[in-house]
């Protein structure tokens, strides 16, 4: 058995309220084995046997049907999550966020160059490693930057998804 996460994309935002139980059931009568959750914000826990290229399809599909919506989720292995987590390029500060942005590999270049071409970006810090897009700034700033506007634009809801590097911890703890 293989542990993972998957970020959903848009739950509980916008007009789209989904249960997380409920999540929890649509995953486990898709196969997946040990479901949980951690944190309403769409981080799903769970075991599973199959094949991993298949899993995103599968899941999105069984989410869509079960919810009448658009479903969007990045499923990411507990050593993929690890790998995110040790290569944290940035220091924690007190009075400023980390994120992680979860997506495909060619997503990390194009948000490195909106990130460069933000205004108003001067306590922020944006880095690539190893793909994986990770954004430093101000706490109260997230979605009042520039840069952190991106996170509603519609033409990458499915490409991409955000989470907190304390988010991230605590999936690693929780998964292990």
């Not at 929890?24 to 009568?29: E, G, K, Q, Y």
């Given at each position: 058995m293989k542990k993972c996460c998957a970020f959903l994309r848009g739950v509980n935002v916008n007009g789209t309220s989904i249960k997380m139980k409920n999540v929890?059931?649509?995953?486990?009568?898709s196969g997946m084995k040990n479901v949980q959750i951690l944190l309403a914000s769409g981080n799903i826990l769970f075991e599973f046997e199959n094949n991993a290229e298949a899993l995103k399809t599968i899941l999105e599909k069984?989410?869509?049907?079960?919810?009448?919506y658009k479903a969007f989720l990045f499923v990411r292995s507990l050593e993929e999550i690890e790998a995110i987590a040790e290569n944290m390029p940035f220091k924690t500060k007190e009075d400023f966020h980390n994120y992680v942005f979860i997506s495909d590999k060619e997503r990390?270049?194009?948000?490195?160059?909106?990130?460069?071409?933000?205004?108003n970006k001067e306590q922020e810090s944006a880095k690539i490693v190893k793909d994986v897009f990770y954004w430093q700034t101000p706490k109260g700033n997230t979605l009042q930057s520039d840069f952190g506007k991106i996170l509603g634009k519609k033409s990458l809801k499915d490409k991409l998804t955000s989470r907190n590097f304390n988010t991230i911890e605590k999936i690693i703890t929780k998964l292990k």
């Open positions: 929890c059931d649509v995953f486990s009568n069984s989410m869509s049907e079960a919810f009448s990390s270049a194009e948000l490195l160059t909106f990130f460069e071409n933000a205004k």
